[in-house]
């Protein structure tokens, strides 16, 4: 069974711009969540959708934004980049045991 | 607020002795409390994950004990392997409708000499 698959897995952007990131889950999970990692805060929960339904969001800016398909697929979406934007994004699916397995992530990094 | 408080920051460890990392955490909603193993450049990959009504899960060298009334839980490896070397993150979940959300701790790095 394929994983979690993320793309892309590195990007380059500058400030003020914005980028589209995108998460295929695992087949048959249904709720894809993100999340951010930085050397500073560690790992922080963006938001997470069930059945193209946003269940939960963290405490980010309204810069990001996510979606998800009827295919169960994800993108977020941040705009308007900042310095402190660069991280790695960490996409996780679960099923119905709530087990979250993540993607290798999408490294960013703002200059 | 950090919701799961996590220890050490970094851990050093001969071949085969023990290793232990701690967490703890304030609220007591959750019910759901996973061990993840990251290598550098990769994501984390959940090792080992546990449930209040147990007191302790073992699965093959990593073991969970936790302590309920002290809010606080921990991970040993045994016979630590130098292949054990990673990042270590302790979480936190409630139920219901926050699955995907998990709190996680500020990781451990461990370092296994041979």
């Known amino acids: 069974k394929a994983g979690v698959t993320q793309t892309p897995r590195y990007l380059i952007k500058t400030r003020g711009q914005q980028v589209t990131l995108s998460c295929s889950p695992i087949?048959?999970?249904?709720?894809v969540s993100w999340y951010q990692q930085t050397p500073g805060q560690g790992l922080q929960f963006l938001f997470e959708?069930?059945?193209?339904?946003?269940?939960n969001k963290g405490n980010f800016p309204g810069r990001f934004s996510g979606r998800q398909f009827s295919n169960s697929r994800s993108e977020m979406n941040v705009s308007t980049l900042e310095l402190g934007d660069s991280a790695l994004y960490l996409c996780?699916?679960?099923?119905?045991?709530?087990?979250?397995?993540f993607g290798e992530g999408s490294r960013l990094t703002v200059l | 607020q950090q919701q799961v408080k996590q220890s050490p920051q970094s851990l050093i460890v001969q071949k085969g002795g023990i290793s232990i990392i701690n967490c703890a955490y304030e609220?007591?909603?959750?019910?759901?409390f996973p061990w993840y193993q990251q290598f550098p450049g990769k994501g984390p990959a959940l090792l080992i994950a546990?449930?209040?009504?147990?007191s302790e899960k073992k699965e093959g060298r990593f073991t969970i004990s936790f302590n309920k009334s002290a809010k606080q839980f921990s991970l040993h490896i045994m016979d630590s392997q130098p292949g054990d070397s990673a990042t270590y993150f302790c979480?936190?979940?409630?139920?219901?409708?926050?699955?995907?959300?998990?709190?996680f701790g500020r990781g451990t790095q461990l370092t296994v000499w041979p």
């Open positions: 996780a699916s679960s099923h119905l045991t709530g087990e979250l397995f």
């Open positions: 087949s048959g999970h249904r709720s």
């Open positions: 959708y069930f059945s193209e339904t946003q269940r």
């Open positions: 609220n007591t909603a959750f019910d759901y």
């Open positions: 546990i449930r209040p009504d147990v």
């Open positions: 979480a936190a979940r409630g139920g219901g409708s926050t699955l995907g959300r998990l709190y």
